[in-house]
């Protein structure tokens, strides 16, 4: 006899080993979700919403866990409820037309079955479609000479004495078109461009400086990469503004379309992507003793308001994706924590994007200068994958295009 143990993420997988067994077709059917297990917290409800709660789990042959109060005084408490999909879906039924807010847990928690337990994504772009199957790469073109990571081509091109007036020509010219078109090749599927630099404590540059820089490489990309998808990383209306009238197909903005209302309208006409990304503060003030309550679940509860402002007004979910802002506003324990507990921001039902691509929590971490980060770079952008990150935006693409690869050949994806 041998005994071994078994962890099936998706149903996917519970019908491939029910099938290596020999079940038949209508058995697997009807088992594969019995064996995916899930726990949910619900937070302040009723007691006696709670007890409901846990007395038709336990008529589905699951159980919940509430303090012991509530079993006996009208309280507000929280309850941590647990089974496999199928048990959870059916407890979602049984609340549908029960008193009390029973009804809204209900509607909120077949939500979170929904985006918890999903694997695929379609993410819309203008006139692209990209369907996310696997983990996607978006490669980063910094157009400043002070960017943190020491990559901007500003400051590359003030080497090689090409002024910051010849972005569209000469050096600065095959500078960008070598960068993207080696980015593309190595297996990145967007560029992301931006002028201002966000690392902590930078102040923002004007919008005709940032004008400036990327208009001129928007333009020569798309001319170059028309399949290409190009994001512009600009929280300015009149620079995104310029931005789509050079083609590009994302808004990448770090402070979640709030900053400039029109940004929205924006998004909107022109059915462009947008990426809503959390952030405490600005950046020259962001990491001035941050403080959170519970780090991820207040950065969730962030981008589901802004999920519902977005698509409130007219915008798709499926032109959305979600980052959580590594960096942004975050001590180091924060960072770790939220890739962690990437695997929670499922339950939004999109896309999670996510930057740490030579950050400081790295640095942090390893006690080693931005040059040295490569290593561990790799090493989050990995943690993130398995965690639930689907898009990652990083400087060196080759090497993580290698190591997802062989991630993904690992974990079976």
């Known amino acids: 006899m041998r005994m071994t143990p078994l962890v099936i993420k998706n149903e996917s997988q519970a019908r491939d080993v029910m099938s290596s067994l020999g079940v038949d077709s209508e058995g697997i059917k009807i088992l594969s979700s019995k064996g995916i297990y899930a726990a949910f917290k619900i937070e302040g409800i009723s007691s006696w919403e709670a007890n409901i709660i846990k007395q038709h789990l336990l008529s589905l042959g699951t159980d919940a866990a509430i303090n012991r109060d509530a079993l006996v005084k009208r309280i507000k408490t929280d309850i941590l409820i647990f089974g496999n999909a199928r048990q959870l879906r059916q407890l979602c039924d049984k609340l549908r037309n029960q008193p009390f807010k029973l009804k809204e847990i209900s509607r909120e ?168 990304m959390h952030m405490s503060g600005r950046p020259a003030t962001m990491q001035i003793n941050p403080k959170y309550k519970d780090v991820t679940a207040d950065i969730i509860s962030f981008l589901k308001e802004r999920l519902e402002f977005v698509t409130g007004a007219g915008i798709g979910k499926d032109r959305i994706l979600l980052d959580p802002g590594i960096g942004f506003g975050k001590r180091l324990e924060d960072n770790l924590r939220i890739i962690n507990e990437l695997y929670k ?69």
């Open 345 to 413: 921001f499922k339950i939004l039902g999109l896309p999670i994007f996510l930057g740490a691509s030579r950050k400081s929590f790295i640095g942090k971490v390893l006690d080693v200068e931005v040059g040295e980060r490569a290593v561990g770079t790799l090493a989050a952008h990995i943690i993130s994958v398995v965690r639930g990150a689907n898009v990652l935006r990083v400087h060196d693409v080759a090497q993580t295009k290698q190591a997802l690869k062989i991630a993904c050949q690992i974990m079976g994806n």
């Open 109 to 276: 928690l077949s939500s979170c079955l929904d985006g918890f337990f999903r694997k695929e994504y379609v993410f819309r772009a203008r006139d692209k479609v990209l369907r996310i199957t696997e983990p996607v790469i978006c490669g980063i073109v910094n157009v400043t000479p002070d960017s943190f990571s020491g990559d901007g081509l500003l400051k590359q091109a003030q080497n090689t004495k090409c002024p910051s007036d010849m972005l569209g020509t000469g050096k600065m010219q095959k500078l960008v078109l070598k960068k993207v078109a080696e980015m593309a090749r190595e297996g990145a599927k967007i560029i992301d461009v931006g002028g201002e630099s966000s690392r902590p404590f930078s102040k923002p540059v004007k919008e005709t400086e940032e004008i400036k820089r990327v208009i001129p490489v928007l333009r020569l990309i798309r001319k170059e990469f028309k399949k290409l998808i190009i994001s512009v990383d600009t929280y300015k209306y009149a620079v995104a503004k310029a931005a789509v009238d050079e083609g590009v197909d994302v808004i990448n903005d770090i402070t979640a379309l709030r900053k400039a209302l029109k940004m929205v309208s924006l998004v909107k006409r022109y059915r462009l992507g947008c990426i809503l």
